[in-house]
């Protein structure tokens, strides 16, 4: 706590008198082109990793970067909260892109590989089984990236699978054969710093670099 209060006060008298103008202008609403999706483990930085601004990005954290998949009512088949981030990004904010962003050494991709969790941890054992389906295609595909520990391995797949999930959502396929938004895997390497992009050609993670991030641009013709 200590290390946050300091934090928060070397915020205000070191950063905020550069965002006071960005901050007063986003007070009457917020605009983000992206719904960005990943695990609460304190090493993922969207923002930082992004180069983002406050306004940019719409962002739902939780353990394993997981989305429950809709029932075909459309109804979550977890609890809503999820499903709501996502109605509310399409519906409400109008943001283009989708993202689910994985990481290396998760420990939720640990523990559904190796059912170890901490005693006592109900809600966290059940949570996890939205992460299951991507330990079923790992077995049945093998990895996409051999080289990788087996935990790397699943949360590669887990990317893949969640933006499935996500997909699952009768609103998400409307925008989606509207051609109105894009579903984007990314998988963030803590010991490099560095960001991949699943490459749908290629079926593998690239590095995200100016030639890549123009390549898969292009390939992106939104309405
Ligand atoms: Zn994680």
Request: with cysteine; net charge negative.
């Amino acid at each position: 706590m200590k290390k946050l209060l300091q934090g928060i006060v070397d915020y205000r008298n070191h950063v905020l008198p550069d965002y006071r103008e960005r901050y007063a202008a986003l007070a009457g609403g917020q605009s983000p082109d992206s719904l960005f999706i990943s695990c609460s483990d304190s090493r993922v930085e969207p923002s930082l990793v992004a180069s983002s601004d406050p306004g940019d990005l719409f962002v739902m954290r939780n353990a394993g970067n997981l989305v429950p998949i809709a029932h075909a009512s459309g109804h979550s088949t977890g609890d809503e909260s999820e499903a709501a981030g996502i109605e509310y990004a399409l519906l409400a904010l109008g943001v283009t892109d989708i993202v689910v962003c994985g990481h290396s050494s998760c420990g939720a991709m640990k523990a559904v590989l190796d059912g170890k969790l901490p005693p006592n941890t109900p809600n966290l054992e059940a949570w996890l089984r939205h992460g299951v389906p991507a330990l079923d295609m790992l077995r049945a595909k093998g990895p996409i990236d051999a080289s990788r520990p087996e935990h790397d391995q699943l949360s590669q797949w887990n990317v893949l699978v969640q933006l499935e999930h996500v997909r699952s959502y009768p609103i998400v396929q409307e925008f989606l054969t509207k051609n109105a938004i894009r579903l984007t895997a990314l998988w963030f390497e803590i010991a490099s710093g560095i960001v991949y992009a699943f490459d749908e050609e290629e079926r593998k993670y690239q590095e995200i670099c100016g030639d890549f991030a123009r390549k898969l641009l292009a390939r992106y013709d939104l309405h």
